[in-house]
Antibody
């Protein structure tokens, strides 16, 4: 089955760290760029970060730049989001999403989404 | 960053109605505009990519048009399963993709 499964969410204090994982299966992981998109409770979708198919290029939303880091591991078909310096406003469901384009650039879209993992930042 | 403005933020419509949602970009994004549907408690689903291309398995009652900074998403005949929130998303990047605020389509 073609799917993405996120894990690693939980409750963390402001300033804390968390690493999210997204396990891919059912498709050739190395052929797709991968992304993280988040959704705060009752709010809309917000792009977080992306990584090209070979891991050579990454991008970040301004709201997380310098605090979050995306990576991928081909042997495990897994993409990670290392989150640090967490803030209250980072509270959200974090979705992993697949983009059929290998590169990060114009024309990308998200054709497969995971069910998400909830990150709650609270003291 | 490119800002995406969707309108309306919500609308009420009846089954069978024609529904139109607009999305305006803060700068020219050429043809790099996608649309997603999200039902309550569910994962977003890609409906249309590159302005007007239907994603696999998406019914033909959904369509998209536009170019540059003005884009339109249409449901030709609203069905009960179409009540959801719809998001536009620009993929011209500069520096990253961004989503519109969403349009909630409710039952009248």
């Amino acid at each position: 089955e073609v799917q993405l499964v996120e894990s690693g969410g939980g409750l963390v204090q402001p300033g804390g760290s968390l690493r999210l994982s997204c396990d891919a299966s059912g498709f050739v992981f190395s052929s797709f760029s991968m992304h993280w998109v988040r959704q705060a409770p009752g709010k809309g979708l917000e792009y977080v970060s992306g990584i090209s198919s070979n891991g050579g290029t990454t991008n970040y939303a301004n709201s997380v730049k310098g605090r979050f880091s995306i990576s991928r591991e081909k042997s495990k078909s897994t993409v990670y989001l290392q989150m640090g310096g967490l803030r209250l406003e980072d509270t959200a469901v974090y979705f992993c999403a697949r983009d059929p384009h290998r590169l990060l650039g114009p024309g990308g879209y998200f054709d497969l989404w995971g069910r998400g993992t909830l990150v709650s930042v609270s003291s | 960053d490119i800002q995406m403005t969707q309108s309306p933020s919500s609308l009420s419509a009846s089954v069978g109605d024609r529904v139109t949602i607009t999305c305006q970009a803060s700068q020219d994004i050429f043809k790099y505009l996608n649309w997603y549907q999200q039902k309550p408690g569910k994962v977003p689903k890609l409906l249309i990519y590159d302005v007007s291309n239907l994603a696999t398995g998406v019914p033909s009652r959904f369509s998209g048009s536009g170019s540059g900074t003005q884009f339109t998403f249409t449901i030709s005949s609203l069905q009960p399963e179409d009540f959801a929130v719809y998001y536009c998303q620009q993929s011209d990047n500069l520096p990253t993709p961004t989503f519109g605020g969403g349009t909630k389509v409710e039952i009248k």
